[in-house]
């Protein structure tokens, strides 16, 4: 069997009304309107074989930016044994490397090749990626939902779903402790305090250190992703689980997080971490350091999800799924077929490969318009007063008598 072809299928995928950058899982009417106004992209590829054995991957990181590479990719891989996954990520790896350090760009080209070459062996076997990964550990996959109010929490909570995520930095503390009350003691939560602007890391220690009273499931990205120092110090000064990854691509890149034990939840993005042959190892080097997986995937379409499931059926150390379940509802027109969730969990595909196709004619439908975005608005109390149109990085907080509260 050989690779014929790879083909690509870029769409402008209905994007969540953001305060911040994790969703608030409730968008209204904006759910199925032509007047798009995110900037949400999702990107498919097609790998073709001269057996008429098709695969589908998908990539992310800029998905606009991302389908040149794969297009540039696809001369070295025509004329190849598919089935040969790791020798052509190497291949992939090797031509890349010249062009600099491998970042999202480059490995989430990879991820949606790679995801598709999986995709193929499994449907060549007739059995699925989760059985060619070692086999399946679990039969369904715990989920969390977004939620930034406490309505939004309780609906999520009568609908059997036993953890959320809110997110933010204007106000965390007071946020979690809404939450909290409003769905009690045994549903998980979780934060993200990803920017913009990120916290300093004296700043991000305060917040850690206040929200130990909520029993988190884990706090997400508390400081910039670059700043490993800093997340040693929120480590020595609080007790709250962390949990980070997401920019990460590899494992070159996650390896200091992991080997430096700076987290307890490593968070992979399925769309651009390298594809399933480098989450399985990034998988295993956490299981050395009894570290947790949690893909990350709140930008992502529904074939990076299929993937997920595989690799968290397939993984000791796998913990749960990120999903906005209130999501556009193109999102279960895109592909066939749609997956589910059922009392807070998710069904392993039995189906070979991923167990997935896109609906190429519905994908075309949605061109992309954009893929770049400031992702937070002035009112949203992100960045201290008058300061919103400097867009910086970093920030230290102001009015701390205000920002930390003591009760």
């Known amino acids: 069997m050989k690779i014929v072809d790879i083909k690509t299928f870029l769409m402008h995928a209905g994007a969540p009304s953001l305060k911040s950058w994790a969703s608030d899982g409730s968008f209204g009417a904006q759910q199925f309107s032509k007047n798009l106004t995110g900037s949400r992209n999702w990107l498919f590829v097609k790998v073709v074989t001269d057996e008429g054995i ?20 696809k001369s070295l891989l025509v004329g190849e044994d598919p089935t040969h996954i790791e020798r052509l990520w190497q291949k992939m790896q090797i031509a890349i490397m010249g062009h600099g350090m491998t970042g999202v760009v480059g490995a989430g080209a990879m991820t949606g090749i790679d995801m598709a070459l999986w ?8 059995t699925p990626v989760w059985n060619l990964l070692g086999g399946k550990l679990r039969d369904r996959i715990r989920i969390y939902g977004h939620a930034n109010t406490p309505e939004t929490a309780l609906s999520l909570k009568q609908r059997g779903v036993t953890a959320i995520k809110c997110g933010g930095v204007s106000d965390p503390v007071r ?53 490993l120092d800093g997340y040693a110090r929120i480590r020595n000064h609080s007790s709250v689980t962390l949990a980070a990854g997401e920019r990460m691509a590899t494992i070159f890149g996650e390896r200091e997080l992991i080997e430096r034990d700076l987290i307890d939840v490593v968070q992979p993005d399925t769309g651009r971490a390298g594809g399933i042959t480098q989450m ?21 379409g ?15 150390n796998g913990l749960v799924l990120e999903r906005i379940e209130d999501d556009w509802e193109g999102r279960a027109k895109t592909v066939i077929p749609h997956p589910v969730s059922r009392d807070g969990y998710i069904d392993v595909p039995d189906a070979p490969g991923l167990g997935v196709e896109i609906d190429e004619d519905f994908v075309a439908q949605w061109p992309s318009e954009m893929n770049v975005s400031i992702p937070v608005t002035e009112g949203a109390g992100s960045y201290a007063q008058g300061t919103f149109r400097e867009h910086v990085y970093v920030q230290t907080r102001w009015r701390r008598g205000v920002y930390f509260p003591k009760d």
């Open 175 to 227: 946020k979690v402790a809404s939450l909290r009350e409003a769905v009690g003691a045994e549903m998980d939560i979780a934060i993200d305090l990803h920017g913009p602007p990120w916290l300093t890391p004296a700043d991000a220690t305060q917040f850690c250190r206040a929200l130990e009273p909520y029993r988190m499931m884990w706090v997400e990205d508390p400081i910039a992703p670059d700043n």
């Open 302 to 316: 529904p074939v990076a999800e299929y993937a997920a499931l595989h690799l968290l059926a397939s993984c000791p």
């Open 280 to 300: 399985k190892k990034i998988a295993a080097m956490a299981e050395a350091h009894h570290i947790m997986l949690a893909p990350h995937s709140g930008s992502l």
């Open 54 to 73: 098709t695969g589908i991957g998908e990539c992310s990181g800029w998905p606009r930016v991302i389908r040149t590479a794969v297009e540039d990719l």
């Open 119 to 126: 995709d193929i062996k499994g449907k060549a076997l007739n």
